[in-house]
């Protein structure tokens, strides 16, 4: 991975680089290896609302 080149293992915040995982380049491996086999992909994972959560945590904060 060329992220993990150029952190070159420094921690970033007390996270461990080793420790992260990009779940677009593994989605895009994913759709590559599908179309170059002929296979089937998963089923997506469901977005999630990010304005609504916002608004949901934004009243749970004003609540208490």
């Known amino acids: 991975m060329q992220w993990m080149q150029v ?11 080793a420790d992260l995982h990009d779940e677009y380049a593994a989605a895009l ?6 179309k170059m086999t002929g296979g089937e992909l998963e089923e997506p994972v469901p977005s999630v609302d990010l304005m609504a959560a916002l608004e949901a945590s934004i009243r749970a904060a004003s609540e208490h």
């Open 7 to 17: 952190f070159d293992g420094a921690k970033l915040a007390g996270v461990e680089i």
């Open 29 to 34: 491996e994913q759709l590559v290896v599908a």
